[in-house]
T-cell receptor
Framework: SAVISQKPSRDICQRGTSLTIQCQVD?????MFWYRQQPGQSLTLIAT?????????ESGFVIDKFPISRPNLTFSTLTVSNMSPEDSSIYLC??????????FGSGTRLTVV | GDSVTQMEGPVTLSEEAFLTINCTYT??????LFWYVQYPGEGLQLLLK?????DKGSNKGFEATYRKETTSFHLEKGSVQVSDSAVYFC??????????????FGKGITLSVRP
């Protein structure tokens, strides 16, 4: 299965600022996914990122708040913009081989103060 | 829409006890089903999977059988260990708009195993 390197692993940010999270995969993949895991909650899909096209956002998530880049088949970034304490969560990137299961990065633990 | 329902937690067991964690799903078509585990302070790991009805996924002593008639994928282990303490997520994979796919998670359940 793919190996994913995600960074930063954690950060504490001031409200109103932005944080960009990077996700590097050791092999080329068509689709990459970004999830949010709020404290004590399950994982919620933010968006799906295909190389060379606009990301597809799930209901409740918008590009202005969570802009995503996908410049090539092994890399993606998620930016959390104009942060508030409600954005404090773990953010995870994921790649899939469909029925073989999806692989997740180790996550970015974000605290907004 | 697609959804996954897990039993309410947390669950606390003594070492060597039998474990069952219930999971039911709602989906159109023929989803694949997964159990993921998140150990304290770590990322999400795939524990086991089943891709069609009556398939049994197994790994590390854990088993789950894909039951289409009851739309269930319950996780079981005959004898839990302290090292099994973690959060367990049931998930289903469905396809939409051609080749695109989406993984939907249940709420997760925390398992604590006492020595």
């Amino acid at each position: 299965s793919a190996v994913i390197s995600q960074k930063p692993s954690r950060d504490i940010c001031q409200r109103g600022t932005s944080l960009t999270i990077q996700c590097q995969v050791d092999s080329q993949v068509t689709m990459m996914f970004w999830y949010r895991q709020q404290p004590g909650q399950s994982l919620t899909l933010i968006a799906t990122a295909n190389q060379g096209s606009e990301a597809t956002y799930e209901s409740g998530f918008v590009i202005d708040k969570f802009p995503i880049s996908r410049p090539n088949l092994t890399f993606s970034t998620l930016t959390v913009s104009n942060m508030s304490p409600e954005d404090s969560s773990i953010y995870l990137c994921s790649v899939g081989r469909d029925r073989d299961g999806y692989t997740f990065g180790s996550g970015t633990r974000l605290t907004v103060v | 829409g697609d959804s996954v329902t897990q039993m309410e937690g947390p669950v606390t067991l003594s070492e060597e006890a039998f474990l069952t964690i219930n999971c039911t799903y709602t989906a159109t078509g023929y989803p694949s089903l997964f159990w993921y585990v998140q150990y304290p302070g770590e990322g999400l790991q795939l524990l086991l999977k089943a891709t069609k009805a009556d398939d049994k996924g197994s790994n590390k002593g854990f088993e789950a059988t894909y039951r289409k008639e009851t739309t269930s994928f319950h996780l079981e282990k005959g004898s839990v260990q302290v090292s099994d303490s973690a959060v367990y997520f049931c998930a289903l994979l469905t396809y939409y708009t051609g080749a695109n796919s989406k993984l939907t998670f249940g709420k997760g359940i925390t398992l604590s195993v006492r020595p």
